[in-house]
């Protein structure tokens, strides 16, 4: 290699460490759900008299769905009830009187990035039921994407990546001359079956959401209030998405476009490609307009090096078999596709700084894993880009007859469709990002405390914490949580710890903590239904660190 190819190599390897060095960085964690920061009356109070209404507190606006709010004494008869939603409150009146005992309310909402949100709260008037018996709703519906919608969205946006991105390469680096024509044919027709492909997936993923979001079954899509609880949004984008596209590839022409038809063709992509970023964590992360402006970027650098990709490797071949205009087009693609490869390094790092929120959050939970996933992939993809640009494009541009430069675009262009099949892997593992959230969950388990008892330990950085459920069952029961430094003696964090419950489907929210001594909290619950619990433990053990870890009970 010459010194300037090792110099332009050695300037794309710079990109590796720097993602590097912003992933590692210190960052805000950003909240992908809304998170549930109050409720009147507490978790587990017990009360005088009976409340007449239920308020629960977010930390960001969420939107009701149909039969999500639901009352049930301790027998598991419902109590009737009412439930409005006002930005980030939820309120819900008790209509019936009630007597003494237990009560849970059952919630399912949907969050600002558009994902559903679970849980319960307890409370007790007079005194506590011995036992509490909830039966399962449709807020118990697990708040895990299905596989099918992952798919879906993975379909919808290799359309949209590939449609858009074939749209640009014909108006953007094809010659503008007849003999063209043909090549410019077979990139109007890509351009139309992708977006044909692009508008089935993000059509078909709106019933989709619905019934993910409200937890329901397929037999819901017939009632006219699964329709109406979904956000505009999810209506609006994907409307937009389709709409753009199909500006872009009805204006692509068959010739030579002039600018007025090459600036609609390229609206059109715009529209299409600008729509996704108004949806989904983006709407959760913050700064939101930050955030969205980059995700935008990511997409149109996306579509321009997918989308050429598939039409380099689709008109390749037929541009060099007759001049030099092959090693022309793909020298001026080339070029901005090393400006794209750029941009979706330094995206993709913003956005997962802001998403994930730190490093220990790519390693410790199944986002985090699957944005490493990504990122490896990515990798592979540079590397046969690379080999590209600094090995085959030279020996198609040093190629003299018709036959040398057919067999050198031959190789080029199988790398190349390589290379595209490497980027639809990743964006298999897109489809499956945009319906996940980071969220720690990390156990460290130990023998049981003893009979009717459990308990759980779990590092904290230098601290380690026993966690205690008392007793194991339906009911109520006590959490304690014992902290102490490497020697065993008791320890403080910076500040006191914070403590959670949740199963599949219900959230307790946050547990009310008094300290009992150096070192030990406690605090009481009401645990309604058996199953697996998990219990997330966060301490704030310096100014800066703040460890989250979660430990498993089985409550029987």
């Known amino acids: 290699m010459t010194y300037a190819v090792l110099r332009r190599c050695a300037g794309w390897l710079l990109l590796l460490p720097l993602t590097a060095v912003l992933l590692l960085g210190a960052a805000a964690p950003a909240s992908a759900h809304a998170t549930l920061i109050g409720t009147d009356p507490a978790e587990g109070a017990v009360l005088d008299a009976a409340p007449e209404r239920v308020t629960f507190t977010f930390n ?8 999500g709010i639901r009352v049930f004494d301790a027998t598991g008869e419902e109590v009737a009830s009412s439930a409005t939603v006002k930005d980030a409150r939820l ?42 018996d909830v039966p399962s709703t449709s807020a118990d519906a697990t708040t895990t994407a299905p596989l099918h919608l992952s798919v879906v969205r993975w379909i919808g946006y290799v359309g949209l990546l590939v449609a858009a991105g074939v749209a640009a390469f014909a108006v953007l ?4 001359g007849r003999e063209s024509d043909a090549s410019r044919r077979r990139l109007q027709t890509a351009g139309r079956l992708a977006a044909s492909v692009a508008a089935v997936g993000w059509l078909a993923a709106v019933p989709l959401v619905a019934l993910y979001q409200l937890g329901l079954p397929a037999s819901a899509l017939g009632d006219g209030s699964t329709w109406s609880a979904l956000a505009p949004a999810e209506y609006v984008v994907p409307a937009a998405v389709v709409a753009g596209l199909l500006v872009a590839v009805l204006a692509l022409p068959a010739t030579a476009p002039d600018r007025a038809r090459a600036g609609l063709v390229l609206a059109g992509c715009a529209v299409g490609l ?41 008109v390749l071949a037929d541009l060099a078999s007759r001049d030099d205009s092959g090693a022309l087009v793909l020298s001026r693609f080339s070029t901005w596709a090393s400006a794209v490869l750029a941009a979706l390094v330094v995206t993709g790092t913003f956005s997962a ?32 880009a690379v080999w590209n640009r600094f090995s085959l494009l030279p020996r198609l541009r040093g190629a003299t007859r018709r036959r040398d430069r057919r067999d050198a675009a ?29 969220e720690v969950a990390v156990a460290v388990e130990s023998p049981g405390a003893g009979a009717g008892s459990a308990e759980q330990s779990v590092e904290l950085d230098d601290l380690s914490a026993l966690v205690t459920l008392e007793p194991a069952a339906v ?11 490497e020697a065993g003696r008791p320890a403080e964090g910076f500040e006191a710890p914070r403590l959670s419950l949740s199963t599949k489907g219900v959230d307790l929210g ?19 239904t058996v199953g697996e619990w998990e219990v997330q433990v966060s301490l704030r053990t310096t100014e800066f660190d703040n460890p989250v870890r979660t430990v498993t009970f089985d409550v029987g």
Request: aromatic share 6%; net charge negative; no cysteine.
């Open 60 to 67: 960001e606006s969420v939107i009701g769905v149909p039969a």
């Open 91 to 132: 309120l819900v009146d008790l209509d019936e009187e009630v007597g003494e005992g237990t009560f849970v309310v059952v919630w399912r909402l949907v969050s600002a990035d558009g994902h559903p949100i679970g849980g319960s709260l307890s409370f007790s008037v007079g005194e506590p039921s011995d036992v509490v």
């Open 173 to 176: 680096f094809l010659p503008g």
């Open 274 to 314: 600008a729509a996704p970023a108004f949806t989904g964590h983006t709407r959760a992360t913050s700064p939101e307009v930050l955030v969205v402006a980059v995700d935008v970027l990511h997409l149109v650098a996306g579509a321009v090096w997918l989308g050429g990709l598939v039409a380099v490797g689709l």
């Open 353 to 384: 700084w802001r998403i994930a929120g730190s490093w220990g959050a790519l390693l410790d939970t199944g986002y985090g894993g699957l944005l490493l996933v990504k990122v490896l992939i990515v990798l592979v993809a540079i590397a046969i």
């Open 410 to 438: 031959g190789v080029l262009v199988r790398t190349t469709l390589a290379e595209a099949g490497v980027l639809v892997a990743v964006l298999l593992v897109t489809g499956f990002l945009v319906d996940r959230s980071p």
């Open 475 to 485: 009911g109520p029961a006590t959490v304690t949580i014992a902290l102490a430094d």
């Open 510 to 528: 946050a547990v009310s903590l008094t300290n009992l001594g150096p070192g030990t909290y406690s605090g009481d619950v009401v645990i309604p």
